[in-house]
């Protein structure tokens, strides 16, 4: 998976739009969710557990978009008072866009050597969903990078471990880059309760960790 410096000035510009609107009775939305198609209309399943109604269907980048695929969707609301009963909002899109999604890798061993053992920064985490999103930084130049989410431990431990792992793919640490990923960590979920705890992990660039441990709901 490549990550685009870019993406962080993107992030940077979105998040600042309102207060260089001109416009002080529109205001404008950030939310994370899954984009879902049915029919000709467009939805975000927001992690708020909000049902949110794209008003404008021809909006740019529809085009690249498949339903199921996790968004950053940046928005205003339309009133309606003819809004059907199952729609939390409607809205008029401004942006969208794709978070790369990558599901849990489960190895019960050792870790193969092509996950990587190169240090990654984490800048935070937070589920939504059923998605772990990790925001992270890392060195590199101009080659590609993997990140991937590995379980360590097995189906019957009590906590499961989960450890981020980056493989640099020898790029050179030039340059500072950020990305955000979202992981799927469906697959942790198990039929005897409705609820895990997990503990997630990395190590940085001087040998420090980063470790959270929180409890999945389902």
């Known amino acids: 998976m490549k990550f685009f410096k870019h993406l962080f000035w993107v992030c940077v510009a979105i998040g600042g739009f309102t207060s260089c609107n001109d416009e002080p009775t529109v205001s404008f939305y950030p939310s994370i969710g899954v984009y879902q198609v049915s029919g000709d209309s467009s939805y975000i399943y927001s992690d708020n557990l909000n049902l949110i109604y794209i008003t404008n269907s021809t909006f740019e980048g529809k ?16 009133e309606d008072e003819q809004m059907p009963r199952h729609i939390d909002y409607m809205a008029d899109l401004l942006s969208i866009d794709i978070i790369p999604t990558k599901p849990v890798i489960n190895i019960t061993d050792t870790v193969p ?56 793919n020898n790029d050179p640490k030039i340059d500072r880059y950020t990305a ?27 040998d420090s960790i980063f470790e959270k441990i929180f409890t999945y709901k389902y």
């Open 63 to 78: 085009e690249t978009l498949d339903s199921g695929a996790r968004v950053y969707a940046y928005f205003s609301l339309v």
């Open 180 to 206: 955000y990923i979202s992981f799927d960590i469906s697959s942790l979920e198990n039929e005897a309760t409705d609820s895990v705890i997990v503990r997630f992990r990395s190590t940085a660039y001087d």
């Open 113 to 168: 050597d092509s996950l990587g053992f190169d240090p990654i920064v984490v800048e935070g985490i937070k589920v939504g969903l059923n998605f772990l999103d990790v925001s992270i930084e890392f060195l590199g130049f101009n080659k590609k990078h993997y990140v991937n989410l590995v379980r360590l431990s097995d189906e019957y431990s009590d906590t499961i471990d989960l450890e981020l792992r980056h493989n640099n």
